[in-house]
Nanobody, 126 residues
Framework: QVQLVESGGGLVQAGGSLRLSCASS????????MGWFRQVPGKEREFVAG????????YYRSSVKGRFSISRDNDKNMVYPQMNSLKPEDTAVYYC???????????????????WGQGTQVTVSS
């Protein structure tokens, strides 16, 4: 079993940066594809960024390309999305997710992910 806990959210002004973290307890996530999703009230959860198990493949939604980057430290069971040049439209609850299948690609749909954290709020003020 894998338990995921997100941290690092908060309030930031537009143009600022935040670095989120996702910590895993239980089984190692070294073999897992890791993804980040976000959700605002009244809307569906959407894919933000993902990284495959070895870190060789990364994928970002178009609206965050060039601003967000994702990395992982398998020895520490951690995943880090770095979010720069934040915009008010980035305001959401951000969720970390793990896909237990070993894959060379990054999946962008919720149904591919088996474990989820509780989320961390990111608020970007204008």
């Amino acid at each position: 079993q894998v338990q995921l806990v997100e941290s690092g959210g908060g309030l930031v002004q537009a143009g600022g940066s935040l670095r989120l973290s996702c910590a895993s307890s239980g089984r190692s996530i070294g073999d897992y594809e890791m993804g980040w999703f976000r959700q605002v009230p009244g809307k569906e959860r959407e894919f933000v960024a993902g990284i495959n198990w070895i870190g060789g493949a990364r994928y970002y939604r178009s609206s965050v390309k060039g601003r967000f980057s994702i990395s992982r430290d398998n020895d520490k069971n951690m995943v880090y999305p770095q979010m720069n040049s934040l915009k008010p439209e980035d305001t959401a609850v951000y969720y970390c997710a793990a896909d237990r299948r070993i894959s060379t690609v990054v999946h962008t749909t919720q149904e591919n992910y088996d474990y989820w954290g509780q989320g961390t709020q990111v608020t970007v003020s204008s």
